[in-house]
């Protein structure tokens, strides 16, 4: 296949240079775990509800109990299992602020151990209680119990960074939410690139909290303006299909995507010379010292 040859003297080369290339939503994503399974929870408890219809009064109570409290146990549990994938995305976060699996773990017990008391007795609750919870547990795994990646460094800048990525993952996903009002699937995509961008700044600044600072603007002001401006885009062009206004949103997200990259690659830059730095000072040293390598 033909590939266009392209240089510093190639026609419209200095053009070219300034686009950014989308990068793929796709970056650094896994497949996500909040799906099947965990809805499937939602489905057990079904027969409970069914069976509820055909007892006495108590009877009905608890097995209606029973199938709100598995109901309530799905939920908790998809959440926590969102929780956990936010958590492990990131390289410096705190744990969840309490643990949604475990209690799922803990009502699906209470929930199935209801349900064998109404049909059977206190030995077969028991033994359905104690069978829930272990395979609840097994299914999906604890939560996680403590924060990752603030052992050893400066506690203080690591908080501030995982308190201000989180705050920059909502501003995201607020902006997410608001170009499916567009209903432009092509929008949709090219915001994801912008997102995968943005993301790659955040796993940047988690490797060196110091960079925060320099960043700071990127992930308040600047998120704050596209997330605005993505959300009045979408309302007028959601209205008339304006293709200038479509024009001028795709450009500002170049220009988004484009300056991110620069600000990124810069904060790369800077860590690599400030290590540079320290191998000079180590090596000066070394010297004095008298240990010269061959």
Do not use: C
Not at 112 to 117: M, P, R, T
């Amino acid at each position: 296949m033909a590939q266009r040859f392209g240089g510093k003297y190639s026609p419209d080369a200095s053009e070219s240079s300034q686009t950014p290339v989308p990068k793929s939503p796709f970056d650094g994503q896994t497949r996500a775990r909040a799906g099947g399974r965990v809805n499937a929870l939602f489905l057990t408890p079904l027969p409970f509800a069914f069976r509820a219809f055909f007892q006495e009064p108590v009877g009905m109570a608890m097995f209606l109990g029973a199938t709100g409290l598995m109901l309530l146990a799905a939920w908790l549990t998809r959440e926590g299992v969102i929780a956990q994938e936010a958590y492990d995305a990131r390289k410096i976060a705190r744990r969840p602020a309490w643990p949604r699996k475990t209690i799922g773990s803990i009502l699906t017990a209470a929930g199935l151990g209801l349900a064998g008391f109404a049909a059977h007795g206190v030995a077969e609750a028991v033994i359905f209680a104690v069978l829930g919870f272990g395979l609840h547990i097994f299914a999906f795994g604890p939560d996680p119990m403590k924060n990752k990646g603030m052992e050893g460094v400066d506690e203080f800048q690591t908080d501030r960074v995982a308190r201000a990525v989180g705050e920059a993952e909502k501003i995201l996903a607020a902006m997410k939410d608001a170009i499916l009002r567009a209903r432009d699937r092509e929008l949709e995509r090219r915001v994801d690139s912008f997102q995968a961008t943005a993301r790659h700044m955040f796993r940047t600044i988690e490797n060196d909290p110091r960079d925060l600072t320099a960043a700071r603007k990127y992930l308040t002001v600047y998120l704050m303006g596209a997330r605005d401006a993505t959300a009045k885009f979408a309302d007028i062009y959601a209205r008339n299909r304006d293709a200038e206004a479509r024009a001028d949103y795709v450009a500002l997200l170049d220009d988004l995507e484009t300056n991110f990259t620069a600000r990124t690659q810069k904060m790369l830059t800077d860590d690599q010379s400030d290590l540079n730095v320290e191998i000079e000072v180590l090596r000066e040293r070394l010297a004095r010292e008298g240990v010269v390598a061959k």
